[in-house]
């Protein structure tokens, strides 16, 4: 296995990684910044305030997006195992 294949591994396992953590992330950012922008209007300081919408939202999309998830996953170890067999 040359340097560009390794290279090439870890790149698409670093896609992957962003393809299923992205839409996690992109909703965490978003709900943390209405909540932050209604705790700066209200002057409520509270700590679970912003954990709580987040817990919730996240839990939601984990129960929809899942399956997603795994397929996405699984799909990019089977590509790795066949590289293994190859090797």
């Not at 296995?1 to 393809?19: D, I, R, T």
């Not at 996690?24 to 943390?32: A, N, P, T």
């Given at each position: 296995m040359n340097p560009g294949e390794v290279l090439s591994v870890f790149q698409s396992?670093?896609?992957?990684?962003f393809k299923i953590a992205g839409p996690l992330l992109i909703v965490s950012i978003l709900i943390g910044l209405v909540i932050?922008?209604?705790?700066?209007?209200?002057?409520?300081?509270?700590?679970?305030l912003t954990f709580v919408p987040k817990v919730i939202v996240l839990s939601?999309?984990?129960l929809t997006l899942g399956s997603w998830m795994i397929k996405t996953f699984s799909e990019f170890f089977n590509q790795m195992f066949d590289l293994i067999s190859r090797i």
């Amino acid at each position: 296995m040359n340097p560009g294949e390794v290279l090439s591994v870890f790149q698409s396992a670093l896609y992957v990684a962003f393809k299923i953590a992205g839409p996690l992330l992109i909703v965490s950012i978003l709900i943390g910044l209405v909540i932050a922008i209604f705790q700066a209007a209200t002057q409520i300081h509270e700590q679970t305030l912003t954990f709580v919408p987040k817990v919730i939202v996240l839990s939601v999309m984990l129960l929809t997006l899942g399956s997603w998830m795994i397929k996405t996953f699984s799909e990019f170890f089977n590509q790795m195992f066949d590289l293994i067999s190859r090797i």
